[in-house]
């Protein structure tokens, strides 16, 4: 069969031969191509970053626990921060303060929580505390979640809709082309009871591929897609809802895996409008991920934000590594949903502890009476995923960031009566198919507090990748806290994403001219 390439081009799709080019990127010879073995390399050349689009929330303020003793928060388990800074970090550079989401970067990595009992409770809770690296007066608590895992034998079945953007912003060695790696790699992961569709979109949108089971047959539909118009994005995403709709399987996982670099410049380009357009199909059961591509245009504000209003998670894929990793070893966390609307409430005693704040998480953050709400929409987590969440907290009697003020109360008998309770942990998660929530209550013992000592191991790398991500964030509350002390408190490491991390954090101290 001829070398052929699918483009998108207006509202039908066309099929066109696509040129051999050779090493240089000038189109090869036909002897050329005839040439056993013969490969050209992708070569990505770094593009100039300043019209991509971030949504960055200030740093997360401090709280006096008098004033505000009660933290909300929907968990997130998205991870598209810490590649997107990683490809910053690969071209010499500093990220944007607005692309770096701590949360993010500490979920990115696995932690030695506990496995969950069972299903009824779908993940177990852990808690601990140490003293703060950077702030003498601090501790760190944190708060783990891990969702127990699934033998491929007992996955629903899924009905996957790929949804691509082939449009000519798309056409770029570290965007389609890395699409296509990506995408054939979930396709290899496929069941028997599984289905794929494909709808593509540029100028319009089309459908590439109907349902199938035939791995052969998507993967040759994706081999000969290329890239070519205008970005009609909300069209786009209507086509694969409604393929969605057409292939639905009741009690399996009905998703549209949106592949883009966010670059929706014609038809529906309102964000207003594709998040109502999301937050329907999310209520009827079709949910959302999407993954983002790119350099140079990259809307990650956008990427991100419809993500969790789609009940789905976000991944940004800079190399075929990350593919793998996103769509292959951590396929079942991303697609199959074991607990939804799950929100954290954290509620501190101020006889035991003065101040405090939430790292990361800003843009995930709940209002109190929302927590009870279960008609308030929280993040979802996956087969065998997990959530971290840390807080810095002031013991009271210490010095905290914030001095004294001159007409605060002392803390209430009902707290003083407590102080053998740090903090109070609740959660409430629904099962897949529920509607009612369950709740979960943890303590935190103050006791804790006088027999925590420096993190160690898993406690003190997850506390190094939240300095990371507070570093790069230009968290002024740092004390000084330098990239050469992230280094140090991470320690050496076997694991090979921990390896990776170890270099970007020295990658970001000589970008930040050294320290």
Do not use: C
Request: glycine content about 10%; proline content about 5%; hydrophobic content about 40%.
């Amino acid at each position: 069969m001829a070398d052929q390439s699918i483009s998108v081009t207006g509202a039908r799709l066309a099929v066109a031969p696509s040129p051999s080019r050779n090493r240089t990127g000038a189109v090869r010879s036909e002897a050329e191509a005839a040439m056993p073995g013969y490969y050209t390399p992708p070569v990505v050349v770094p593009i100039d970053p300043g019209n991509e689009r971030y949504d960055g929330e200030e740093v997360s303020p401090v709280k006096i626990v008098s004033a505000e003793p009660v933290s909300t928060f929907s968990v997130d388990v998205d991870t598209g921060a810490y590649a997107n800074a990683r490809r910053f970090l690969r071209q010499g550079v500093t990220p944007p303060r607005d692309a770096v989401r701590t949360e993010e970067m500490i979920n990115y990595f696995r932690y030695d929580y506990d496995r969950p009992r069972g299903r009824e409770v779908p993940f177990s809770v852990t808690t601990d505390l140490a003293k703060s690296p950077w702030n003498g007066s601090a501790y760190l608590m944190r708060i783990g979640l891990r969702g127990y895992d699934i033998e491929s034998s007992e996955r629903p079945p899924a009905n996957l809709v790929f949804l691509m953007d082939v449009s000519g912003s798309m056409n770029s060695p570290d965007k389609l082309p890395l699409v296509k790696t990506a995408l054939s790699q979930l396709a290899g992961e496929l069941g028997s009871q599984d289905k794929v569709s494909i709808v593509v979109y540029a100028g319009a949108a089309g459908l590439v591929l109907d349902a199938t089971n035939d791995t052969k047959a998507i993967r040759r539909a994706l081999d000969q897609l290329s890239a070519g118009g205008s970005t009609a994005g909300g069209a786009g995403i209507q086509l694969a809802y409604n393929i969605a709709e057409d292939n639905f399987i009741e009690g399996g996982v009905n998703r549209v895996i949106l592949a883009t670099d966010g670059d929706f410049n014609v038809g529906q380009t309102n964000r207003e409008q594709l998040v109502e357009m999301v937050e329907k199909n999310r209520d009827r059961g079709i949910t959302l991920t999407t993954l983002g591509f790119g350099t140079g245009n990259y809307n990650e504000a956008l990427m991100e934000q419809i993500a969790n209003k789609g009940n789905g998670n976000y991944a940004y894929i800079d190399s075929a590594l990350e593919a793998k990793k996103v769509l292959g070893d951590e396929m079942s966390s991303t697609l199959f949903t074991i607990a939804k609307d799950v929100k954290i409430q954290v509620e501190f005693n101020p006889a035991v502890i003065s101040q405090y704040r939430l790292v990361g998480y800003e843009n995930r953050a709940l209002r109190e009476e929302d927590f009870n709400n279960d008609a308030v929409d929280a993040g979802d987590i996956g087969a065998g995923h997990q959530v971290t969440a840390i807080y810095e907290v002031v013991p009271t009697g210490e010095k905290g960031w914030i001095a004294p003020r001159r007409y605060e109360d002392q803390p209430s008998a009902a707290a003083t009566r407590q102080m053998a309770e740090a903090a109070h942990v609740r959660l409430r998660f629904k099962l897949p198919d529920g509607d009612t929530s369950q709740l979960i209550e943890r303590t935190v013992p103050a006791s804790a507090l006088d027999s925590a000592g420096d993190p160690r191991g898993d406690f003190a790398f997850a506390a190094a990748v939240a300095a990371y991500g507070q570093i790069l964030r230009g968290d002024n509350l740092m004390m000084g806290f330098t990239h050469d002390d992230v280094g140090e408190l991470a320690g050496r490491q076997s694991n090979f994403w921990r390896q990776e991390f170890l270099e970007l954090n020295a990658l970001a101290g000589a970008a930040r001219g050294g320290g």
